[in-house]
Nanobody
Framework: VQLQAFGGGLVQPGDSLRLSCAASGRTVGNYPIAWFRQPLGMEREFVAGIRWLGTSTRYSDPARGRFTISGDNAENTVVYLQMNNLKPDDTAIYYC????????????????????WGQGTLVTVSS
């Protein structure tokens, strides 16, 4: 599976941004795809995940209520991360990742369970 993340950029606090993760090489709709982010000098952290043909989603506490993860179709060929009301703390490199495992809900946040990673896209939130 090849993943390509794009859509990052420089925005102001309160703005919105939509990231896209394009998957190719294998059908990923049945398997979890997630967004992680890594602020400068910090550990990479889970942001949001989607699985089961888009019927199951999970969010981190900072993302819940502001971010929405979705797939373009049942195959999740493209997975989006709509980010609203962005804050400076959201500044990070955002990575999309796919797992070859049918992860249970409780393990969707575990980055060690993801086999395939995109190259990352930088989101900067600054006034």
């Amino acid at each position: 599976v090849q993943l390509q993340a794009f859509g990052g950029g420089l925005v102001q606090p309160g703005d919105s941004l939509r990231l896209s993760c394009a998957a190719s090489g294998r059908t990923v709709g049945n398997y979890p795809i997630a967004w992680f982010r890594q602020p400068l000098g910090m550990e990479r952290e889970f942001v949001a995940g989607i699985r089961w043909l888009g019927t199951s989603t999970r969010y981190s506490d900072p993302a819940r209520g502001r971010f929405t993860i979705s797939g373009d179709n049942a195959e999740n060929t493209v997975v989006y991360l709509q980010m609203n009301n962005l804050k400076p703390d959201d500044t990070a490199i955002y990575y999309c990742a796919a797992s070859s495992l049918r992860l249970p809900f409780g393990l969707m946040t575990d980055q060690t369970r993801y086999d395939f990673w995109g190259q990352g896209t930088l989101v900067t939130v600054s006034s």
